[in-house]
């Protein structure tokens, strides 16, 4: 059963090594180095440069329908062969939304609420970014209740970096 796996910067090669992983999703702040692990070829990484908010502030990248669109189309070309690590600074938010939206995106028959559940049951601190959230709800035409299921969940344990966890996709 394909596997996505969530983590921090900190935790990125660790993640990588234990899960066999060969492609990797980085959202994080603009010009933030991330080493790329040698499991990882180059053309299995996306780099989506965006900060951590759910409103424009000025200075800061907001996330936007093209940063959306290229989280999709990178985790829809995934041939789930291998496992898929997805991390950002802290492994809280902007990763968690972004497994949370790759779940809904590869299973479009899955329940959302299914889907939030199941990820506040691997990780207690996870808190998805609920712009990328309401960006993909859209997107992926469900209605409002991505949206909704992550209000449900609401928000995760306060933490420093949130511990790796792995999120199933069926």
Do not use: K, Q
């Amino acid at each position: 059963m394909p596997r996505l796996h969530v983590c921090s910067l900190a935790r990125i090669s660790e993640t990588v090594t234990r899960t066999g992983a060969r492609s990797l999703v980085t959202l994080i702040s603009p010009g933030t180095p991330v080493p790329r692990p040698i499991e990882i070829a180059p053309h299995r990484h996306r780099y989506i440069a965006v900060h951590d908010i759910i409103a424009p502030n000025p200075g800061e990248v907001f996330p936007e329908r093209e940063h959306l669109d290229d989280l999709l189309d990178f985790v829809r070309d995934w041939d789930r062969a291998e496992p898929m690590v997805i991390h950002c600074f802290a492994g809280v938010s902007r990763s968690t939304a972004a497994a949370f939206i790759a779940a809904c995106a590869l299973n479009p028959a899955r329940d959302e609420f299914a889907v939030a559940r199941a990820l506040r049951a691997a990780s207690p601190t996870a808190t998805p970014n609920a712009r990328l959230v309401a960006l993909a709800d859209h997107a992926l035409e469900r209605g409002g209740r991505m949206t909704a299921a992550i209000v449900e969940i609401g928000r995760g344990e306060m933490c420093f970096e949130g511990a790796p966890f792995t999120l199933d996709l069926a």
